[in-house]
DNA sequence: TTTTAATCTAATCTG
DNA sequence: CAGATTAGATTAAT
């Protein structure tokens, strides 16, 4: 915060110690575990916002059976679907104010999270686009009933894709330039 | 922060005014636009985590390709490639003291973002795995080499699998409750 | 549901 | 550009 140069002083460098006191403990103090606040992985968030699709509210056998499948707490599961619902009647509220907003004129399109030009148009949710063309779309028309396994699908093979044409260029090139050294390469790329 | 009172009463406040402030800029007021902060999307993440893997440094050339195929500038993302250059490097000596702290003995085995069991142990990047078998991989093999092509195809694969047997089994049970209401459904579901 | 606070990261600053 | 820092946004947990 600029407007309070005594704060940043003063709690600035508290929490830095706080910081380096937290990964200390991570690393090499004794099994006092308190790794505060986990963070979900992108399978858990992905079989969770799966089952989110069917249903905001699910069964505690339900909750049960995902939670063993995620290795997963009943209560966490419980804990991300109540956050979630939460998320989403948030957002879903402040577009209602948003469309109060501007109904009148001014009808911006607004912004999407997938609104660039690497998915195709297509709604259906399952099968199809990984295994029929090569060519990749590049016209998005969002249609709100795209799944995740579209976007998932889509993204996969639109990467791929690059990847491979991305290695033909390489390979073009290897034949002028015999090597290059290239650092990170292959070092957690997905990070 | 919990050990200093004070700056939550002094700060909070302020920080909560701010935020409100902001929120009724971006929606109603004249075009001061001041949308500080953007985020970049996963398709913007997917081609910068590409071209990072190729070189953690690209060329202005090279940046401003890629900014204009992303709809970005050629300064964002020459900023992302320096925030990813040092999250890297942070993360590798993190890596480092951690190795040196627990060299001796307690070879714990460190946890890994992708460790669960969803992921194929295949490791080269492209083809493959997507095409061959309906039947899902349940085991996986840590390889540093699985790049981000095998994550997100394997991800599509697993969900859509996923999504198709949920599908069926629902089939299954529409024969005996006819409806059923199911808030959310289809209503931004990649959120 | 609302609030708190931990985490992540876009952006800025310094050398 | 690297490294440190700031501050905006998200979200696990209460």
Redesign the interface.
């Known amino acids: ?1 600029t ?2 140069k005594l ?1 940043n002083n ?2 600035g460098e ?2 830095v110690l706080q910081q380096k006191m937290k ?1 200390q403990k991570k ?2 103090q004794e099994g006092i575990h308190k790794p505060k606040r986990k963070r979900i ?4 968030f ?2 969770l ?2 089952l ?5 509210t699910p069964s505690h056998d339900s909750r049960e059976v995902l939670a063993k499948k ?2 997963m707490t009943n209560r966490e599961v419980q804990v991300w679907f109540q956050n979630r619902r939460a ?2 009647n948030r ?2 509220l ?1 577009e209602q ?2 469309q109060i ?1 501007n109904c009148t004129s001014d009808k911006k399109v607004k912004f999407n ?2 609104s ?1 030009n ?2 195709p148009s297509y709604s259906s ?3 199809s686009s ?2 029929s063309s090569p060519s990749l779309p590049h016209e998005l028309i969002f249609h ?6 579209d ?3 889509t ?2 093979a ?3 894709q ?3 044409n ?2 033909q260029r390489k390979r073009k090139q290897q034949h002028i330039e015999q090597e290059q050294p ?10």
């Open positions: 915060m407007t309070f704060s003063a709690i508290e929490s990964r690393s090499n992985t992108p399978e858990q992905c079989l916002t799966e989110f699709q069917q249903t905001d995620l290795n998320k989403v957002i879903r402040q104010e948003e907003m999270y997938w660039s690497h998915l949710s399952s099968s990984m295994t709100p009933n795209v799944t995740p396994i976007i998932l699908a993204a996969a639109y990467v791929q690059w990847d491979e991305e290695l290239k650092k990170y390469k292959s070092w957690r790329p997905w990070l």
